[in-house]
């Protein structure tokens, strides 16, 4: 198994870029989480889907942030544009309720950089 | 606002000796509770966890705590060791069906355990 990957693992842009980050949950599991780490509020959620499908976005910060899901494999979070406040650590997690509600597996993060 | 606290940001151990990190949470919705562990660089990991009808659950060196009438739950870690030098993260989930997806998490405690 082997386990949420995400990429990049760092990105550092500029104000203003659009920035696309990419996960790729593990197989067979059906939900997919976007959280955001900042040291202020510790771990936040921004999204999460069930079966591709998006089920509860209110913790996206902004319009400027926006989520897909095409498949059961893989997922993206878009910042456009970006600001220097989205400056985190940014996790994908992914978990299957036919486990038994297991908890969440993450992924070792993305680090943005917006300058 | 935050519902689950963690107010010490870092906490410093010498090896051998006990670690406990504490977490306060406000909402009497929540019915099971969680602590992740992180190291640099890496996604958070589950260690351990607790149902809001026990007041503790132990695994090995780690024993959690649960006190539901002062909205408190810690994490003992006994004997400490080096190697459990990380940051660790209280999670909550609120009651119901929905699983895991609505886990609030704090701010996180940096444990550092020295030889």
């Known amino acids: 198994d082997a386990g949420v990957i995400q990429s990049p693992r760092h990105e550092v842009t500029e104000m203003g870029q659009e920035v696309t980050l990419r996960c790729k949950p593990i197989?067979?599991?059906?939900?997919l989480f976007w959280y955001r780490q900042t040291m202020m509020r510790g771990l936040e959620l921004l999204i999460y889907?069930?079966?591709?499908?998006?089920?509860?976005d209110s913790g996206m910060p902004e319009d400027r942030f926006s989520a897909k899901m095409p498949n059961a494999s893989f997922s993206t979070l878009k910042i456009q544009p970006s600001e220097p406040r989205d400056s985190a650590v940014y996790f994908c997690?992914?978990?299957?309720?036919?486990?038994?509600?297991?908890?969440?597996?993450f992924g070792n993060g993305t680090r943005l950089t917006v300058t | 606002d935050q519902q689950v606290k963690q107010n010490s940001p870092s906490l410093s151990v010498q090896e051998g000796r006990i670690s406990i990190l504490n977490c306060d949470y406000t909402n009497s919705m929540f019915d099971y509770f969680l602590w992740y562990k992180k190291y640099p660089a890496e996604g958070p990991t589950f260690l351990i966890s607790?149902?809001?009808?026990?007041d503790k659950n132990e695994d090995g060196r780690f024993t959690v705590f649960l006190n539901k009438s002062a909205k408190h739950l810690s994490l003992h870690i006994v004997p400490s060791q080096p190697g459990d030098s990380a940051v660790y993260f209280c999670?909550?989930?609120?009651?119901?069906?929905?699983?895991?997806?609505?886990?609030?998490f704090g701010t996180g405690t940096r444990l550092l355990v020295s030889p």
């Open positions: 997690a992914s978990s299957s309720r036919l486990k038994g509600n297991s908890p969440l597996h």
């Open positions: 999670a909550a989930k609120v009651g119901g069906n929905t699983g895991f997806q609505k886990l609030v």
């Open positions: 197989s067979g599991h059906d939900y």
């Open positions: 607790i149902s809001s009808i026990k």
């Open positions: 889907f069930n079966n591709n499908v998006p089920i509860d």
